[in-house]
């Protein structure tokens, strides 16, 4: 069984998507039928959406590349305010920074009525509920099931839900059951990087163990600003809103990959988490600098690990007969 999970950070998701292109592009095959499950937060999870939502002809609609133009054209309709909004919000202070409608209509275009029971391959997307304080895991082996007809969220609804990050964009509000709701903000504050809860998945669901599966991590960034002791040791709830998002982020990715490391078999899992050495570990800058940089970085994590993509292409793209499925 192959498994990709794709990690949160926000226009970072430039660089997994850089990455999927080139599977696409070496293997000539979309990525909907190189995995068997895939598990995206946040902009992570538009990714694992996107390459995975049916074009109703039984193809995927989108390529990985068509996404990597996407963050580098679009990036300014995604991060968007009017200067009222600016000024109400206070930057951000007394308001989230920026207006989904813009995110709202790029998923409008792309994903329209699709739902999550027709996506291609099995799909993992976390988001958190804020109203019944609880992790939710948007699943399309759920929403297959004809005891939860529930369950079939709009595809769109569920990019809104898990890149609702706190401070940035305003929580999503889901239509659930007769006349009720669940109210969501982003799966990155439990589960930045999906990987474990891709692999719970897989044992649970699917009855396989970690001798049967193949995983392809990949992340948005190593975490490189550093918090120097002088600087924050006076910080107040203020100071600290987007850093603690930060770390909290940064943490969470590294404490999976440590798991993760430890509990697979040698040469059974990949992860390819790029050094920001060009670009900075902000979500939503979208200057062409920054854009550029993100390919830059993306670039070299490619250029430095050819044995382990190149192992990895074998272990993800053998002949029919031998993949386990």
Not at 55 to 74: C, H, I, M, S
């Amino acid at each position: 069984m192959n498994i990709l999970t794709i990690d949160g950070g926000g226009i970072r998701g430039l660089i997994p998507a850089i990455m999927l292109a080139e599977i696409e592009e070496k293997t000539g095959k979309p990525i909907s039928s190189l995995f068997d499950l895939v598990a995206g937060t946040s902009t992570g999870g538009l990714l694992s959406i996107a390459l995975t939502v049916n074009d109703n002809g039984g193809n995927p609609k989108f390529t990985a590349q068509e996404l990597v133009n996407l963050y580098l054209n679009r990036g300014d309709e995604i991060f968007s305010r009017s200067l009222f909004h600016k000024l109400k919000s206070a930057n951000s202070y007394l308001d989230e920074k920026y207006q989904k409608e813009g995110l709202e209509n790029i998923l409008d275009e792309m994903l329209g009525q699709a739902t999550l029971k027709d996506t291609l391959t099995e799909l993992v997307v976390p988001a958190y509920e804020t109203e019944r304080r609880i992790p939710w895991f948007f699943k399309s082996i759920h929403a297959k099931n004809p005891k939860k007809k529930n369950y079939d969220f709009l595809l769109r609804d569920i990019a809104l839900a898990t890149s609702a990050a706190p401070t940035y964009f305003e929580p999503h509000k889901v239509p659930f059951e007769e006349n009720n709701y669940l109210s969501f903000i982003d799966g990155g504050l439990f589960a930045n990087n999906p990987t474990m809860c891709a692999i719970i998945d897989a044992r649970v669901f699917f009855e396989k163990s970690e001798k049967d599966i193949n995983i392809v991590s990949l992340g948005t960034g190593e975490m490189n600003k550093r918090y120097y002791f002088d600087d924050i040791k006076d910080w107040g709830m203020i100071d600290w809103v987007r850093p603690v998002l930060n770390c909290a982020f940064d943490g969470m990715n590294d404490t999976v990959h440590y798991q993760v490391n430890h509990l697979m078999p040698k040469n059974q899992y990949f992860r390819f988490q790029p050094e920001l050495i060009n670009s900075n570990n902000d979500m939503d800058d979208i200057s062409d600098k920054n854009l550029r940089n993100l390919r830059l970085d993306a670039e070299n994590l490619i250029h430095n690990n050819k044995q382990k993509f190149n192992l990895m292409i074998e272990k993800i793209n053998p002949t029919l007969d031998e993949r386990l499925v």
